[in-house]
């Protein structure tokens, strides 16, 4: 396939990708109800890794060209280290999230010492 025809089909499919994923969003935020949160957000990451699969072989030419087993094992491995570097990030502010104590936490022990060392 010649160059701009594959962009302008990589276009064409971004655009349908992401105009799709637009309107699942704001029939949900209108109350319209199309798709249970979960269910919409299934459809999103599939929608975004279809997106993901459509500009990697329509504009970075992945499995194109002469050393296509190359960039295909380099964006393979970008793509597990972003994988490993977000879920050590979600698994840290989760264990965060755990380990803090609310505001009201906060105020009840101080009160308890504050009132212990004024005794």
């Known amino acids: 396939m010649n160059t701009l025809p594959r962009y302008i089909l990589g276009f064409l499919l971004s655009l349908g990708l992401t105009a799709v994923a637009f309107w699942l969003v704001q029939a949900h935020m209108n109350s319209v109800g199309v798709l249970s949160p ?52 979600l698994w840290i502010m989760s264990n965060l999230t755990n380990q803090t104590r609310t505001a009201e936490e ?10 212990s060392t004024h005794d």
Do not use: D, M, P
């Open 38 to 89: 979960e269910i919409l957000i299934l459809a999103l990451v599939v929608l975004a890794l279809i997106q993901l699969v459509v500009q990697a072989v329509c504009f970075l030419r992945v499995g194109a060209g002469t050393h296509a087993a190359w960039n295909t094992a380099l964006l393979s491995f970008t793509f597990f280290v972003v994988v490993v570097i977000a879920g050590w990030s």
């Open 106 to 115: 906060i105020f009840k022990s101080e009160a308890i010492v504050s009132s």
